[in-house]
């Protein structure tokens, strides 16, 4: 069970909008800790996606945004593409747990 | 051009040991926050430890105790031994940079497999 909660999967067409969201808590985003999202394409290792809530780091494409508010962050995407399927993970910290935290992951199909 | 690159992962029985190297270049490990960070097989990521740059180190409750990360600044490598390993420790292990003043891995390297099993 991951302290973050994502939805296991979501899905979209070529062109399409998809979210994805983050759940947390008091102890995490509802802290005011930031959140970031990684990128896991197939067999690789992960990738940054954005970083402190909605920033997105040099060469990934404005398709993808953050955002965030309360106890819990999204990620959207925007006109998808054959290659973004992916398992996408959020981060942040927790003070509770003294830990970070990650999400369980979601795996975005692309139909 | 910021490169990680981990070694030292393997099959180890349970109750062993083992230590992983991550070799880094295009930065200097002393003068930044790393991490490892975990990946069991088909499963999600898990933070397993960071050092900073003044060198305290910081573990999750799930390793501390029988892990310790430490680095050589000479070598400009980070390291992560790792004691009574146990099943649940089989995993991909990352080696990663942590953008310093904040909570995040700007950089990963590709990774290690560590197999607890008899």
């Known amino acids: 069970q991951s302290v973050l909660t994502q939805p296991p999967s979501v899905s979209g067409a070529p062109g399409q909008r998809v979210t994805i969201s983050c759940t947390g808590s008091s102890s995490n985003i509802g802290a005011g800790y930031d959140v970031h999202w990684y990128q896991q394409l197939p067999a690789t290792a992960p990738k940054l996606l954005i970083y402190g809530n909605n920033i997105r780091p040099s060469g990934v494409p404005d398709r993808f945004s953050g955002s965030k508010s309360g106890t819990s962050a999204s990620l959207a995407i925007t006109g998808l593409q054959a290659d973004d399927e992916a398992d996408y993970y959020c981060?942040?910290?927790?003070?509770?747990?003294?830990?970070?935290?990650f999400g369980g992951g979601t795996k975005l199909t692309v139909l | 051009e910021v490169q990680l690159v981990e070694t030292g992962g393997g099959l180890i029985q349970p109750g062993g040991s083992l230590r992983l190297s991550c070799a880094a270049s295009g930065f200097t490990v002393s003068s930044s926050y790393m991490s490892w960070v975990r990946q069991a097989p088909g499963k999600g990521l898990e933070w397993v430890s960071l050092i900073d740059s003044g060198g305290t180190t910081f573990h999750a409750d799930s390793v501390k105790g029988r892990f310790t990360i430490s680095r050589d600044n000479s070598k400009n490598t980070l390291f992560l031994q790792m004691n009574s390993l146990r099943a649940e420790d089989t995993a991909v292990y990352y080696c990663?940079?942590?953008?310093?003043?904040?909570?995040?891995?700007?950089?990963w390297g590709r990774g290690t497999l560590v197999t607890v099993s008899s």
């Open positions: 981060q942040s910290y927790d003070s509770s747990l003294s830990a970070w935290v």
């Open positions: 990663a940079r942590v953008r310093v003043g904040w909570n995040y891995v700007d950089y």
